[in-house]
C-alpha cells in the first residue's frame, strides 16, 4: 500500500517535512534558551530585592585606563545585584538621558559620576525627573546633591546597546541611551564599565526624583513560543504521515465513494399493487 512513498514526489515531501520540523524544533530550542536566560535574570532582580549591598569591587573590575575610558563590564551574573560605593559628585559632567519613560510620563533620566578616592568614577542614575513647561525635551531643572562624602547604594546596570550620540545642550550632557564607553569619552576621568541604578543614598537624594523602577523580563512570552514551534513541528510530521495514509487507503479502493441509490428505479407501492 504504501510503496508510492519511495517516487521522487514523495520522497521530495518528506525530505522538506523533516527539514521544517527541523527548523521549528531548532527554533523552539532557541526559545528554550531564551526562557532560560530570562529566568535567571528575573531572579537576580528578586534576589538583589533581599540582598545587602556588597562593595563595588564585588561587581566590577576598577579601569585601567586613562581619562575618557570605560572600564569592564560588569560579570553578567553581577547585573541587577546590589552594591555600594563612597565619593563625591561632579556635577559640571551631569549627564541627562531624555526620552525616558516612568508612570506613562517621558522625561529624563540623571546620571551624575560619582568620582571616587582613587580618581575613577561610577555613573550614578539619580532617578527620573519630569522636563520643564514646553515639552518633553525641554531640559530640567536638575536638583544639586548633596557636597562632600556619599554614600550610594544601588542595582548594578550593564551598560545598555547602541551607542548613540552624545551632545552638549545648555552647557549639559545630553543623550538619548546609557551607553557607558561612549559617555566616557565625555569625561575627565577613567569611569566603570556600567553603572549604578540608586536605591538609596547618605545623605539622603532629593525628593523631587523618582526612582526607576526594575521591570522583570516577560520570560513566559518566550516558553509560550517554545511550545508554539514544537506543535508546529509535531504538526507537520502528523500532517505527512495523515495525508500519506489517506492516499494509501486512495490507492488501495477503501474510500472510493459509494455510488448512490437510484431510487427512481425502485418500484413503488403502489405500482406493486
Known sequence: MYRFLLSPRWLGALALTLVASAVMVWLGNWQLDRYRGRTEINERIDAGERMSPAPLTDAFRAPTGGPGTAGPAPAKDRVWTRITATGRYDTSNTVLVRGRTVDSRVGFEVLTPLVLADGS????????IPPAPGGATAQPSVPTPPGGDVTVSGRVHETESGAGTVDRRDGRLETRRIAVPRLARELPYPVYGGYLLLDEQTPAADAVFKAVPVGHTNNWQNF???VQWWLFAAMALFGYGWVARREA????GLDNPTAPLDRAAEPTANASA
Open 224 to 226: 509560550g513560543y517554545v
Open 249 to 252: 487507503r486512495r490507492a488501495a
Open 121 to 128: 568614577a561610577l555613573l550614578v542614575d539619580r532617578g527620573w
